[in-house]
């Protein structure tokens, strides 16, 4: 019963100083915004790459010229860039049993232009022709390259081509000193990634001889490959393993569905939490704010401690007065910023491509850190009121 009527005796107290009280709970909002906001877009990118990844389909495997694994090992440069593989580890996993077919990407870093303005946003991939027989390289319009001279292209591509994806075939790009003719053109693909790099919607899909004319040299960045039967994935992926670790002395891993996922899942997790440890920092920031407003209420309320006290008030219910308001104004922030958060979430993602995960877990948290800010640094202004002799009190002016 004393619980409700101290509630109620705090919510009085926050909405007798509505302004000040407004500009007290205004830290932990922002932290208790910030930090929800974070996680839901962390979880949602983590639950669309890997639907993602799903898509690809079981039978794949990917030779990485890094370690990779789900803890914290890997370097994300080297995952990125490295072209320590090379032909020989074509022909060899392309000769092993169950093996489909092998694909090597080389990615180039090169300006695309039509009609002489550049295409920004462009990636310039070398594959070889059998790239066009995965999911990941459907094409919709048109059809695959023949001729050394010839691309298949993304949406994203032909949008910047000002041109319709049927009206986009046979025209010319030209890539360095390179003129390539459209072939075809990739489904769109604005909810598939491949690992490392963005979707197919402005690659610029060339043939692999190509790419290494224009480079100089044949720099394979990753292997691709289809194995028959998905039951047969785990003992492809030792074989190519195997011959690898034999026929290199840098660190090369091959990875299926699952260790995607799982370095995927853990790299993000990583990230979330540390951007959201940065911006939890203003939670602390509002916790300072809320114990200084508490200390300056206690100093107001001086001849009222006084008076509870004269007429009966114990000092741990002058402490649960106290308390309980300090924890009525981070209630109130932490609801209020997770509310803006889902307002923010669902505005982004109606505007934007950004994907986000709003779970209740989410919005349990964000309201109950908030709680245990308003707990603990409201204690102390609490305990101080609460020892305040009440003669002296009465006396205070």
Known sequence: MKFFIFLKEAL??????????????????????????????????????????????SSMLFVIPAKLDSGFQSNPAQVLSGDILTEDDLREIG????????????????????SGKPIS??????????????????????????KINEAVVGTG?????????DKAIGRKLKIKDREVVVKGVFKASSEQSLFGQSDTSFMVAVPIDLAA??????????????VGEAADVEAVKESIQSYLNKSHQEEISVVDQEDLV???????????????????????????????????????????IGLRKAVGAKPRDILWQFLLESVVLTFLGGLVGVLLSLVVLV???????????????????????????????????????????????????
């Open 12 to 57: 009085k107290g926050v909405w007798a100083n509505k302004l000040r009280s407004f500009l007290t709970l205004l830290g932990v909002l922002i932290g208790v915004f910030s930090v929800t906001t974070l996680v839901s877009l962390g979880e949602g990118v983590k639950a669309e790459l890997t639907n993602q990844i799903t898509e690809l389909g």
């Open 95 to 114: 000769k092993m049993d169950k093996v489909a077919a092998v694909v090597p990407l080389q990615f180039l870093t090169l300006p695309v232009f039509y």
């Open 121 to 146: 946003s462009a990636l310039v991939v070398g594959v070889s022709k059998e790239a066009f027989g995965f999911t990941y390289f459907d094409i919709g319009k048109g059809r695959a390259f023949e």
């Open 157 to 165: 591509i032909v949008e910047a081509m000002g041109v319709k994806a």
């Open 213 to 226: 004319e224009i480079e100089g040299r044949k720099k394979i960045f990753r292997i691709v490959v289809q």
């Open 262 to 304: 799982g370095f995927i899942n853990t790299f993000l997790s990583l990230m979330t939490a540390f951007v959201s440890a940065i911006a939890a920092i203003s939670l602390v920031v509002g916790g300072v704010g809320i114990m200084n407003i508490m200390l300056v209420s206690v100093t107001e309320r001086t001849r009222e």
């Open 347 to 397: 505005v982004l993602s109606f505007k934007t491509p950004l994907p986000f995960l709003f779970s209740y877990k989410g919005v349990l948290v964000g309201v109950a850190v908030s709680v245990l800010v308003g707990l603990v640094f409201g204690l102390f202004p609490a305990w101080w009121a609460a020892q305040k002799d009440p003669i002296q009190a009465l006396r205070y002016e």
